[in-house]
């Protein structure tokens, strides 16, 4: 009865572990998850900027609302990376180590993305089109130079 005792002991912690072990990839396949939604926002309203850009009557206050959602959704990008959510989790993503082993360098080029998104709001103000096709050239770049130094994707 002793033996069996200990035996549902053993396993009942034995358990534990495992829910443990459990929660903690949970959370981690959750921030990955999230990062990827919060970045499918950030490209959909720059779609959505862009095509009023190109439209024949463009609309400013649908480009204003997407940008302001894009700025808002930059300012997040630094809060989405938590350490321990890189490729060593074995979640799916493309997000190089050097995120975390270089923190300074990835928030800068987040903080220099956010600055272009802010940029472009101000464009979108004036309601000059050049300008603000000009603005979101300058801001694509600044996606391009945090991927390209901190992403294994070709975006
Ligand atoms: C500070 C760095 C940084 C900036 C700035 C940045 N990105 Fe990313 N982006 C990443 C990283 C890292 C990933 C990979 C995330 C992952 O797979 O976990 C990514 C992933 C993405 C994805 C793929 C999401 C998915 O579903 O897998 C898209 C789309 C994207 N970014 C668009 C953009 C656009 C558009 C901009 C600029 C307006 C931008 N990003 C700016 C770092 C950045």
Redesign the pocket.
């Known amino acids: 009865m002793a033996k069996l005792l200990a035996l549902v002991l053993v396993m009942i912690g034995v358990s534990g572990t495992v829910f443990l072990a459990r929660a903690q990839s949970e959370s981690t396949t959750s921030a990955?998850e999230a990062?990827?939604?919060g970045?499918?926002g950030?490209?959909s309203a720059?779609r959505q900027i862009d095509r009023e850009a190109k439209a024949e009557q463009p609309d400013f206050a649908t480009m204003a609302s997407s940008n302001a959602r894009?700025i808002e959704l930059?300012a997040e990008?630094?809060s989405w990376?938590p350490p321990g959510?890189g490729p060593e989790s074995g979640?799916?993503?493309?997000?190089?180590p050097e995120?975390w082993t270089d923190r300074q360098g990835?928030?800068e080029?987040?903080t220099?993305?956010?600055a272009?998104?802010r940029g472009l709001s101000t464009s979108v103000r004036t309601g000059n089109l050049e300008a603000i096709r000009d603005a979101e050239r300058t801001?694509?770049k600044?996606?391009q130079?945090?991927?390209h130094a901190?992403?294994?994707?070709n975006?």
């Not at 901190?150 to 994707?153: F, L, N, Q, S």
């Open positions: 990955v990062r990827h939604t970045f499918e950030i490209l720059l894009l930059e990008i630094p990376f959510s979640a799916k993503t493309t997000a190089r995120i990835f928030v080029k987040a220099a993305s956010l272009a998104a801001l694509v600044t996606c130079a945090c991927h901190y992403e294994y994707g975006f």
